[in-house]
């Protein structure tokens, strides 16, 4: 059973910068594609970025591109979500989830392909 967890969330203000990571408990992250999903009360989760671990090839969400940055480390065998100029819109729990291999493109940003979730970690973008 993979597992993950997230870090490095927080309370920053707005036009600020921070980093998550997600630690996954697997021999290796070839096998993955690797997303990060947001979720506000009362609303579904949203994709906002996947990678594929493979071969480093990533897809990021139209509100997101610009701003945010997916990487990962195949040998610390983490995924990171680099988030600049953040926003008060931007504020959500945050998850990282790993689902099986494939090319990336828009359907890596869809909360049902991803079969193992982190526990969240909450960011707030407030002044």
């Known amino acids: 059973q993979l597992q993950l967890v997230e870090s490095g969330g927080g309370l920053v203000q707005p036009g600020g910068s921070l980093r998550l990571s997600c630690a996954a408990s697997?021999?290796?992250?070839?096998?993955?594609?690797l997303g990060w999903f947001r979720q506000v009360p009362g609303k579904e989760r949203e994709g906002v970025a996947c990678?594929?671990?493979?071969?480093?090839?990533?897809y990021h969400a139209d509100s997101v591109k610009g701003r945010f940055t997916i990487s990962r480390d195949k040998v610390e065998k983490s995924v990171y979500l680099q988030m600049d100029t953040l926003r008060p819109d931007d504020t959500a729990v945050y998850y990282c989830?790993?689902?099986?291999?494939?090319?990336?493109?828009?359907?890596?940003?869809?909360?049902?392909?991803?079969?193992?979730w982190g526990q969240g970690t909450q960011i707030t973008v407030s002044s």
């Open positions: 989830a790993a689902g099986r291999d494939s090319p990336v493109s828009s359907w890596c940003l869809s909360p049902r392909e991803y079969n193992y």
């Open positions: 697997t021999p290796t992250l070839d096998f993955y594609v």
């Open positions: 990678i594929r671990s493979s071969d480093g090839s990533s």
